[in-house]
């Protein structure tokens, strides 16, 4: 597939902790991009500095290696002022991800209106479309398979709305 000039060159994916949903979803997407054909550099964040230096939770990286998604080796870092330059889309997990992306952006001085795209990881999902990526953490096994069933529809949607920008 062609890239189109709305395709983004570079997703930033974030949740709170950048250890279930996010890197997650970087693994997911990247996947889904090069089936595609698409060549965009993909990233995973949290808003929180809890996790920073961690791998992912064993729980997220057992569920995504049933799933064909190898998680293991990234390691969990914040999201920082930079990343609103480096990216041309970041993706929330949830509305409070998406919060407090919208806060950071709002201290950023941006003259040129040049700083990344906000928006929810569901918006362009016809199934959970506005929906959030329910947070993994407290919950059991069928809570991670259901963060990776949201994932990967999520994604999909989004290379689909490219094919027709």
């Not at 950048?18 to 965009?40: D, H, K, M």
């Not at 791998?55 to 002022?81: E, F, M, T, V």
Request: aromatic share 6%; net charge negative.
């Amino acid at each position: 597939m062609l890239m189109k000039s709305c395709t983004p060159s570079s997703v930033l994916l974030v949740c709170l902790g950048n250890i279930c949903r996010s890197p997650t979803a970087e693994e997911v997407f990247r996947q889904q991009a090069a089936i595609a054909g698409l060549s965009i550099k993909i990233d995973s964040a949290g808003t929180s500095d809890v996790h920073v230096g961690d791998a992912p939770d064993k729980r997220s990286q057992r569920h995504a290696k049933s799933h064909g998604y190898k998680i293991n080796k990234l390691i969990a870092r914040q999201i920082n002022a930079n990343d609103f330059q480096k990216f041309d889309l970041i993706l929330a997990m949830d509305a409070q991800n998406l919060a407090d992306l919208q806060a950071i952006k709002d201290g950023i001085t941006d003259t040129e209106n040049t700083l990344a795209k906000l928006a929810l990881f569901s918006e362009e999902d016809p199934t959970y479309g506005g929906n959030d990526v329910p947070d993994p953490y407290k919950g059991d096994g069928d809570d991670f398979e259901e963060v990776i069933e949201r994932i990967e529809s999520s994604a999909q949607a989004w290379i689909e709305s490219w094919k027709y920008c």
